[in-house]
């Protein structure tokens, strides 16, 4: 199982990014699908996720602007990222697990397979 992050970049505040996350190895229809980043000097935290029943959650410091999408077909996950700020500078990650339940979906510690990050610099 590998994950491919991708897209990140400089970009000034309320630019626009698109981030992908190209599966191999599984189903990706089968897994949950997050998204996690991890600014400078501070923790990992949730940004958002696709869960393998269907819904889509976010974390509230980017509801309304970040929008996961999915292609099973091409086994990709997106992170359309819009009126981006500097505080959403960070490395961001994907995850997927075939197992999560819908209460851990939150968690990163229950995501078995990881991307190697993507940085995202949002500044003027």
């Known amino acids: 199982v590998q994950l491919q992050a991708s897209g990140g970049g400089l970009v000034q505040p309320g630019g626009s990014l698109r981030l992908s996350c190209a599966a191999s190895g599984f189903t990706n229809s089968r897994y949950t699908m997050g998204w996690f980043r991890q600014a400078p000097g501070k923790e990992r935290v949730f940004v958002g996720v696709?869960?393998?029943?269907?819904?889509?959650y976010y974390a509230d410091s980017v509801k309304g602007r970040f929008t996961i999408s999915r292609d099973n077909a091409r086994s990709t996950v997106y992170l359309q990222m819009n009126s981006l700020k500097p505080e959403d500078t960070a490395v961001y990650y994907c995850?997927?697990?075939?197992?999560?339940?819908?209460?851990?979906?939150?968690?990163?510690?229950?995501?078995?397979?990881w991307g190697q990050g993507t940085q995202v610099t949002v500044s003027s």
């Open positions: 995850a997927a697990d075939s197992r999560l339940i819908l209460s851990s979906i939150y968690d990163q510690d229950q995501y078995d397979y």
């Open positions: 696709s869960w393998r029943g269907g819904q889509i």
